[in-house]
């Protein structure tokens, strides 16, 4: 039963990731497919070639967002996006929505943003618990000047859904940086702790508390 285990477990650890892998990307590509209806019911690749070819909807998608790119990329695209936006400005709900989500989506994907850059440790919900956390801005304007310190926004993700979770002020001195990178910190909120990221022997030789605790900084 022992070498039973051992190896059904064995199998597991490479079908398992494998096929929850295909049936996420299987889910995604499904999806961005239906933007083939976009395209009249002539063009569409079923009446085209007679069967289904999946994963033209994902190189459409890719398509339109790249000429689009390309076009408010210039002066003229950006006056025509100026102007939409000027219209959006002026519906009540839409220009709620509209200006929301684009600045979220700037502040994320933007080259010079600072959001979602840093994986951090803050004490909550008391002192001396510890909450993995991802730093999204600095400099919060009334805040400081209301509180009179240096505060931080950090985002605490929920586990195992880390899509979802609540924002806290805090101050910067009660902000712990860490080395592992976002990736990594996704990791081991999503695996509820189990996978821990590996920690090189050079940060822990210039951590004496470390070293003189005996903790093993590493995989486990």
Not at 45 to 72: C, E, K, Q, R, W
Not at 109 to 121: D, G, P, Q, T, Y
Not at 134 to 142: K, M
Request: glycine share 6%; aromatic share 8%; net charge positive.
């Amino acid at each position: 039963m022992s070498y039973f285990r051992k190896y059904l477990i064995a199998g597991l650890l490479i079908w398992l990731p494998l096929g929850i892998t295909l049936l996420v990307v299987k889910l995604l590509v499904d999806i961005i497919d239906r933007t083939v209806l976009l395209l009249p019911p002539s063009w569409r690749p079923d009446a085209l070639f007679g069967f289904h070819i999946p994963g033209v909807g994902l190189l459409l998608s890719l398509l339109i967002i790249l000429l689009t790119g390309i076009t408010v990329a210039n002066l003229l695209g950006h006056r025509m996006v100026t102007v939409w936006e000027g219209l959006l400005a002026r519906i009540p709900l839409v220009r709620t929505i509209y200006s929301a989500v684009k600045q979220v989506v700037e502040a994320v994907l933007s080259a010079n943003s600072k959001s979602f850059r840093k994986v951090v440790l803050v004490e909550y919900p008391r002192r001396g618990m510890w909450c993995l956390a991802l730093q999204t801005a600095e400099r919060l304007g009334e805040v400081q000047a209301k509180t009179g310190a240096e505060v931080v926004a950090v985002f605490l993700p929920t586990t195992p859904n880390p899509t979802s979770g609540f924002v806290i002020l805090v101050p910067r001195d009660d902000v712990v940086e860490l080395d592992m990178s976002v990736d990594d910190g996704l990791k081991l909120i999503i695996s509820m702790g189990a996978v821990v990221p590996e920690w090189p022997k050079s940060a822990m030789k210039a951590n004496p508390a470390v070293a003189a605790s005996g903790a093993n900084p590493y995989h486990p």
